[in-house]
């Protein structure tokens, strides 16, 4: 159990110090994420920038990820999802232009306070509060691996552990501090697990060190 996102990111980082990372570079997943990712930029000295990642919720279940989308436009769909794909041709595709949008409404806030960072032949960390389906990280991970990081790593305080191999798939290391064979949702870790707004995963990139360009 976390105390809240903070704790568990300088748990995460005490598992990521030391490793000799070449210029790396934290991206992480909003709102949450950034809490995590500022902790873990800080720690490791490390840039600090966002992966724009959306779920793609079920019809009447939001909550329950079909897939996600990336800011690339990019889709990932769980395996069951897949095996339904065509009778919910028309759902996904308004789904996907939902979530689209609010990607280009993050993205717009987003690269206000902080250009987007350079990926190739760097170690990028790619982190999130915790993971649930997977689906998010596995898009986030498919966008990122195009852009050439000489390392692509995941790093996430908790996550269900039949996930962890799929995800394994899709980098190059994956550190999870805590994988529970009862897991039923990423908030039941964490004793403070507030709602993130936009003004406050701002602020965060706002603050966040920006090394010099080699």
């Not at 000295?45 to 800011?71: H, I, T, W, Y």
């Not at 997977?134 to 966008?143: D, E, F, N, P, V």
């Amino acid at each position: 159990m976390f105390r809240d996102r903070e704790d568990a990111a300088h748990q995460l980082a005490d598992r990521l110090e030391g490793h000799p990372w070449h210029r790396p570079l934290v991206l992480a997943i909003p709102r949450g994420g950034v809490v995590v990712g500022a902790v873990l930029a800080n720690r490791l000295g490390a840039e600090l920038d966002v992966v724009l990642s959306r779920k793609l919720g079920a019809p009447r279940q939001p909550e329950l990820a079909l897939g996600a989308m990336a800011e690339d436009g990019q889709v990932y769909l769980n395996h069951y999802a897949q095996a339904y794909q065509e009778e919910l041709k028309e759902y996904l595709a308004a789904e996907q232009r939902r979530q689209l949008a609010e990607i280009a409404r993050r993205k717009t806030l987003v690269r206000a306070v902080r250009p987007p960072a350079e990926c190739e032949d760097r170690s990028v960390i790619i982190t999130d509060d915790g993971i649930a389906t997977g689906s998010t990280m596995i898009a986030a991970l498919q966008t990122i691996r195009a852009r050439r990081p000489r390392q692509l790593v995941v790093a996430v305080p908790v996550a269900p552990p039949e996930r962890l191999p799929e995800v394994r798939q899709w980098c190059d290391e994956l550190y999870c501090l805590y994988a529970p064979p009862d897991f039923m949702a990423v908030g039941e870790f964490y004793q403070e697990f507030p709602q993130i707004d936009d003004e406050q995963f701002l602020s965060l990139l706002r603050m966040a060190y920006t090394p010099a360009t080699p």
